[in-house]
């Protein structure tokens, strides 16, 4: 039913995004990516994003978003800041407003080039307190970028409801679970597929990934 219709994934070329990319091929007509070049920790994000779009011959926009290290310099933009969660805060890597920007220039995008449906990996069950990753927000958001541009937009959030471990098991489930473990970058450190093991974002990949490879193999002795 969606098979016409053409769909602007937000892609970082992180396991999400790159989960979410997979999805869309399986449901839209049309698959186009958009990545932010917002002076990310490693160029090397752009060229894995870069290299995945061009494998999965996904036309691919990277859109300069550099403002936002005016805006807000931290951990995530800038190299020389530590990456570090204090106790009942958001960690460093957090940007105000950073969804809230990267949907809204996506759905000025998506209007561009005819594409009704932005998918978006941001997720709500790993909540680590980005308050423009709750399902509230993008509801909200959808509303209100229907009205500003008359258009009707569908935001779509596949991953919102899932753990890391559930993420995993829709990747294997879309036949994508080796591409996305050794071709995506998560770690915080710039290394590709199993990351450096040490930072926040390996420890949450890897945590998954182990969640997900049990579980399937308890699934798998049971048959
Ligand atoms: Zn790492």
Sequence with gaps: MLKKEKAVVVFSGGQDSTTCL????ERFAEVEAVTFNYGQRH?????CAAEIAKELGVKHHVLDMSLLNQLAPNALTRDDIAIEQKEGGLPTTFVDGRNLLFLSFAAVLAKGIGAKHIVTGVCETDFSGYPDCRDVFVKSLNV???LSMDYNFVIDTPLMWLNKAETWALADELGAFEFVRERTLTCYNGIKADGCGECPACKLRRKGLEDYVAERG???AER
């Design 22 to 25: 997979f999805w869309a091929i």
């Design 43 to 47: 160029s090397l994000e752009l060229e």
């Design 144 to 146: 209100t970028l229907n």
């Design 218 to 220: 308890a699934r798998g």
